[in-house]
């Protein structure tokens, strides 16, 4: 994080703001925040949400004031991040693998003796390679088995290798099982409604029977968590989960909005925009162009391009450092050197693009929130 | 750039360094190096390499080293970088729009009296804001006219307009007009040599025409700049480009590789990997899978996914921290924990995902270079 590239300070207007940036509109991110917590309230489920989509200590700091009780990560080096800006409960929702890993998240629960630092194995070698890094550091991690639930990336299927690796962990004085973490992440962008219900039934039955199984195996199965921003009602009625992981809902994408809502579920509002500047435009008989100053060095386009959010204009290309808009009906005109806002087609790979976020309320910049754990891939 | 997350230390054996990491083979690289240098000596044409691949500070003074005049940017936050780390000739082959854009721009060009700095101008509104920037900062700016030989992206294209910016310039005593930006970006990646001979002759033409209408408005055009990795021999071979400007020769990726190659050209080889660790794994009647510790996160995929650099494996999936690779032939097994090599689709917006470039020779670490530029979008 480069002190010199901040782009805004507080009280800047919004269009004095330097691009490209991430532009939070806080009114917005507060009604996502409160929205999630009131549409789970009286459930008995706990929120855990996923901060690999926001990687912002600040972010995670009002998620838990909101009423989370800790938060997922995807990396230790990400976890790392967010227990140095002292949020105390951090799941790394992933495997660690290898000596060198395993040696490096040991150390980090070691140096945070008060948190609760939590980690996913779907393998007896990890087990074995935690459980040496945790007494070589002296200290405990939570662990949680990967539960395949048809994501069809890691986790275990099969109920005994289940079995078998609850009876692993628990075999090791240094790893404390806590359940299962059966996350269905392709569920998450099921368009319909009926697909989404049909995959999460399903994910529960199969976490179901391995509870079932490891408690007639005498072992524990206190935990049973996952779900993302696409299916979270889902495992909050479920009665099986005990744990939701939603990330995306804070500041959403064009991927997320394209799914089918159901009308009582909670409608999370697009908070985050990439603020760009006009750096080339061309008006002739041709062309209507307006070029911006981002491209895939500001967003990502797995999900499809960023997307103006405004009418009458069109993507026709992306390259590294520039988004080229070319009009395509009634909408406003863009000025060289003006302002124009894109949509991002998917929010995590996005951010990470990014070392700040600019919140703002209404046409002003109220904060600068560091994104500490960008790049922390390790 | 964070020092605790650095993978690798000098001396490392390969095998042992943190993933996912960008790795450099070195053998590979000083040969693409040299491979450009050679192939256009004796044409009387000026190197000027882009640096937006690479964004590295001790790979621009490798390639000033092996007799590049200076380098390209695309940014004014990314020349910042260059020059702080002693590269004295850096274009911005790019446009730079606004107030405190261009009073950024002219600070920095301030802060380095000895160097030259470079930027290129389509409207003549940003040439009074250049001009107002220089005044401010008491310094000069050399100005390149950018010309749209048919990348269609930013770029005037009419010879009026030329002639136009060419007096704008000029006039302003700030600013010297050094020659045209004539950068033919999507003709880089035409598959065919007689799509891209045709492309290239077009844009030779365009600019050459351009060059006489300024020199008969009694205006200077001393240098004609542009040509990338995919075309850069043919813009040598023009006889009116003076400068090219290829970037991703020193590491190559995918989508080059899948040009047709004129076999008189220089063959550039894959310099740069990607390190995984394999961090699950299953294999069983279903399935043979290997899931790796990089995905979104680690490489862009913009250009497809980055691919193993081994027979035997597809990928199936990528999400933001993870590949998921499936068996579909013979080849190498992959082990959990086990290290596997990817080649990245596109270069320069995987590059700008990681904070070190890890330079190995052989089996072991030579140095691990920082990334300096990284996330330079203002």
């Known amino acids: 994080m480069d002190e010199r590239w901040i782009p805004a300070r507080v009280g800047d207007a919004v269009t004095d703001v330097d691009t490209p940036a991430l532009i939070l509109d806080l009114d917005r991110f507060e009604g996502n925040l409160a929205r999630l917590m009131s549409a789970v309230q009286g459930r008995g489920i706990r929120v855990r949400p996923h901060a690999k989509s926001h990687k912002c200590v600040e972010i995670a700091r009002r998620q838990m004031a909101a009423g989370a009780i800790g938060i997922c990560c ?27 890993k395993t040696a490096r998240l040991a150390q980090l629960a070691a140096r945070y003796p008060g948190a609760k630092v939590g980690v996913c194995v779907d ?13 070589h550091a002296r200290t405990q991690l939570d662990v949680y088995i990967e539960l395949d639930v048809g994501h069809n990336r890691a986790g275990v299927t099969d109920i005994g290798a289940v079995v078998a690796l609850g ?17 269905f992440g392709n569920a998450q962008h099921l368009r319909s409604i009926a697909e989404r219900r049909q995959a999460i039934a399903a994910a529960t039955a199969t976490a179901q029977a391995a509870q079932r199984a490891l408690i007639a195996a005498g072992l524990r199965c206190d935990v049973i968590t996952g779900a993302g921003t696409g299916t979270f009602m889902l495992e909050a009625a479920s009665g099986v989960y005990t744990e939701i992981q939603p990330g995306s809902y804070v500041m959403m994408d064009i991927d997320y909005a394209k799914n089918e809502q159901e009308l009582a579920w909670p409608a999370f509002e697009q908070s985050l925009m990439i ?29 499809g391009p960023a997307l103006p959010a405004f009418a009458g204009w069109q993507v026709r290309g992306v390259s590294d450092e520039h988004t080229v808009l070319e009009r395509n009906g009634a909408g406003p005109d863009l000025l060289l050197g003006g302002k124009a806002l894109l949509i991002p087609g998917h929010i995590d790979p996005t951010v990470n693009l990014h070392d700040w976020i600019v919140a703002v309320r ?10 500490e754990a960008r790049g922390a891939i390790f």
């Open 123 to 135: 393998d007896p070698r990890a087990v074995a390679q935690l459980a040496r890094a945790c007494e």
């Open 167 to 183: 009876q692993a962990i628990t075999s090791q004085a240094s790893l404390v099982l806590r359940g299962l973490h059966a996350y």
């Open 74 to 100: 995807q990396k230790t080096s990400e976890a790392e991040a967010f227990l140095a800006g002292g949020i105390t409960d951090v799941l790394i929702s992933n495997e660690v693998v290898g000596d060198r």
């Open 275 to 303: 603020l760009t500047t006009v750096m080339s435009r061309r008006k002739d008989a041709q062309h209507d162009r307006a070029t911006l100053d981002a491209g895939l060095k500001s967003f990502s386009t797995d999900s």
């Open 362 to 371: 209404g046409d002003r910049v109220e904060a600068v929130w560091p994104i």
